[in-house]
C-alpha cells in the first residue's frame, strides 16, 4: 500500500452565518474555518480545525492553527509516515496544546484510513444507533419578543430540545419567558460561556426554578473547584464544556464534583480518540454526556453525528441540520428528518466531500505543505 499520508492542503474558509450567532463572548456574522485535507498515494482525507477566528472560546484560533500546523505538526506528521489515526496524537504529543489544530489533523488521517478501507466513522467509533435526536444552540437575542419567536421556529422545525445562550443581564427572563410560552415539557438548557462568578450563585439558584436540563460552563474553564462548590448550591445539574480538554481533566471533573454532564466537543479534546474515551470513561462513572457542536461544515457536523450515536451519549446534543447556520453548505447538507432526527452517515470515511464550487466559493486562502 502506498503512503497515506503524502501532503497536506489547508485551506482557510469563510462561510456567511444565516443570522448572527451571540453568545456572551461576542456576536459573529460569518464563520472562518479551517480545513485540512490530507493526500496519499491511494486517496484523500478531510479534517476541519474548530477554531474560530477570534481566541474568544478557547485560545486557539484559525490562523493560529495554520501556523502551528505547517511550522510543526504536519511536518512531524510527515516526517512520522503514519498509517493509522492512533499513530497521529503520540506523534504530535510533542508539541504542547494546540488541540483544534491536531484534532484536525487526526480527523483528516482518519477519514483517509476509513475512506481507504470502506468503513463509516459510525462503524469504526462503535456507533449503536442509525438516527440521533437533534438539539439546537439558539444565541442571544436583542429582545425577549425575538427569542420567542426564534425558539418557537425551531420548535416547528422539529428540534426536540432548546440551549439558550446565556450571560448576566439576559438569563432569568429570557428563560422564564420561554418555559411559559412552550410549556414544562420542552427540553430546555441553558449555556453560560464561563460568563459567571461563585458570587453569581445567587442568580444561578434563581434557575432552579425553571427545571433546566442543565446549565452548561457557569463558570471560568480553570474554576474545577469552584464549580464543585457551586453545584452544592444549586439543583441545576452543572455540565462542562470549556474546562474539559482532555480525559485527564474529564476525570477530574467527575471525581470533584464539578460536573454531573459532560459536553464533549471533539475540536477541544484534541480529536475523535479522546473524545471517545472520554465518552467511555465518563460512561463508566454514570455521567451522561452529549455532543457540542462549533458551528461545523457538513463535513465536522457528519463526524460530530458519527460520535453522538455512541451508546453513553443519553441527552441531544447541538447537532443541529446544515440550515442552521448556513443556507449553502460545503457538502451536501445535513438535514432534520421528520421527528427530529438527524441519520449517521453510512458512507465510507465523514460520508461525504466538499462540494469543489462552493469550496471555491468560500475560499480565502489555501497552503500546501509538503514532505519535501
Ligand atoms: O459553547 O457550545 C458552545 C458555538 C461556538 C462556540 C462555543 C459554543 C457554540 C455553540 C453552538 O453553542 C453549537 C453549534 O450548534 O454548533
Ligand atoms: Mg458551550
Known amino acids: 500500500m502506498g503512503r497515506l499520508v503524502a501532503g497536506v492542503e489547508l485551506r482557510l474558509v469563510r462561510m456567511p452565518l444565516r443570522t448572527p450567532f451571540q453568545t456572551s463572548n461576542g456576536v459573529s456574522t460569518e464563520r472562518d474555518i479551517l480545513l485540512l485535507r490530507c493526500v496519499g498515494a491511494e486517496g484523500e482525507g478531510w479534517g476541519e480545525c474548530v477554531a474560530e477566528r477570534e481566541p474568544t472560546y478557547s485560545s486557539e484560533y484559525a490562523l493560529g492553527a495554520v501556523d502551528v500546523l505547517r511550522r510543526f505538526l504536519v511536518p512531524l506528521l510527515l ?62 437575542q436583542p429582545t425577549i419578543p425575538a427569542l420567542l419567536e426564534v425558539v418557537g421556529a425551531f420548535i416547528d422545525e ?155 451519549f443519553t441527552l441531544p446534543g447541538d447537532t443541529s441540520a446544515s440550515d442552521r447556520f448556513y443556507s449553502r453548505d460545503l457538502t451536501d447538507p445535513v438535514t432534520l428528518d421528520a421527528d427530529g432526527h438527524v441519520a449517521v452517515p453510512v458512507g465510507p470515511g465523514l460520508g461525504a466531500l466538499p462540494d469543489p464550487d462552493a469550496l471555491d466559493d468560500y475560499t480565502v486562502e489555501t497552503w500546501w505543505v509538503d514532505g519535501t
Open 158 to 312: 422539529g428540534y426536540l430540545r432548546i440551549k439558550l445562550k446565556i450571560q448576566p443581564g439576559w438569563d432569568v427572563d429570557p428563560v422564564r419567558a420561554v418555559r411559559q410560552r412552550f410549556g414544562d415539557e420542552l427540553l430546555l438548557q441553558v449555556d453560560a460561556n464561563a460568563a459567571y462568578d461563585l458570587a453569581d450563585a445567587g442568580t444561578l439558584r434563581r434557575l432552579d426554578d425553571f427545571d433546566l436540563l442543565l446549565i452548561e460552563q457557569p463558570l471560568h474553564h480553570d474554576d474545577l473547584r469552584q464549580h464543585a462548590r457551586l453545584a452544592g448550591l444549586i439543583r441545576t445539574p452543572i455540565c462542562l464544556d470549556e474546562s474539559i480538554v482532555s480525559a485527564r481533566s474529564a476525570a477530574d471533573a467527575i471525581a470533584l464534583g464539578a460536573a454531573s454532564i459532560i459536553n464533549i466537543k471533539p475540536g477541544r479534546v484534541g480529536g475523535y480518540l479522546e473524545a471517545r474515551r472520554i465518552h467511555d470513561v465518563a460512561h463508566a462513572h454514570g455521567v451522561a454526556v452529549w455532543c457540542g457542536g462549533m458551528l461545523e461544515t457538513g463535513l465536522g457536523r457528519r463526524a460530530n453525528i458519527a460520535l453522538a450515536a455512541l451508546p453513553g
Open 79 to 140: 516526517a512520522a509516515q503514519v498509517e493509522s489515526a492512533e499513530e497521529v496524537a503520540p506523534v504530535l504529543a510533542a508539541i504542547v496544546g494546540h488541540p483544534m489544530a491536531k484534532a484536525a489533523v487526526e480527523m483528516a488521517v482518519l477519514d483517509a484510513a476509513l475512506r481507504r478501507r470502506g468503513e463509516s466513522f459510525g462503524q469504526f467509533l462503535g456507533a449503536t444507533r442509525s438516527r440521533i435526536p437533534a438539539g439546537v444552540s439558539v444565541g442571544i
